[in-house]
């Protein structure tokens, strides 16, 4: 059975960072498409980031680029987001989310969570001004 295990959420000041991790079991963890997606009150869950475990593709949402960094352990099975230069507009629950999806596909624009079946259940990341 797929397990995805997010941590790392909590408080920051704008400006701070954090770092996210989603460990990873019950599944064959190289060529799977992972993402990492948020969700503020009211609104749609949208995509932060993704990456093509083993390939090496990496995408980002265009409000998180250059601030973000997605990353990945492969001997740990663990995903990671590097969060640096938060901003109160980043305040949301995320989530992490993985699905067989091939590296053309696995992209922020075309990996939308609906195609994703597997998630996590989510840490909080609360940005102050």
């Known amino acids: 059975q797929v397990q995805l295990v997010e941590s790392g959420g909590g408080s920051v000041q704008a400006g701070g960072s954090l770092r996210l991790s989603c460990a990873v079991s019950?599944?064959?963890?190289?060529?799977?498409?992972m993402g990492w997606f948020r969700q503020a009150p009211g609104k749609e869950r949208e995509g932060v980031a993704t990456v093509y475990t083993g390939g090496g593709y990496r995408y980002y949402a265009d409000s998180v680029k250059a601030r973000f960094s997605i990353s990945e352990d492969y001997a740990k099975k663990t995903l990671y987001l590097q969060m640096n230069s938060l901003k109160p507009e980043d305040t949301a629950m995320y989530y992490c989310?993985?699905?067989?999806?091939?590296?053309?596909?696995?992209?922020?624009?075309?990996?939308?969570?609906?195609?994703?079946?597997?998630w996590g259940r989510g840490t909080q990341v609360t940005v102050s001004s």
């Open positions: 019950g599944y064959t963890y190289s060529s799977y498409c």
């Open positions: 989310a993985a699905e067989g999806l091939g590296p053309s596909h696995c992209t922020v624009v075309f990996a939308t969570p609906d195609r994703f079946t597997r």
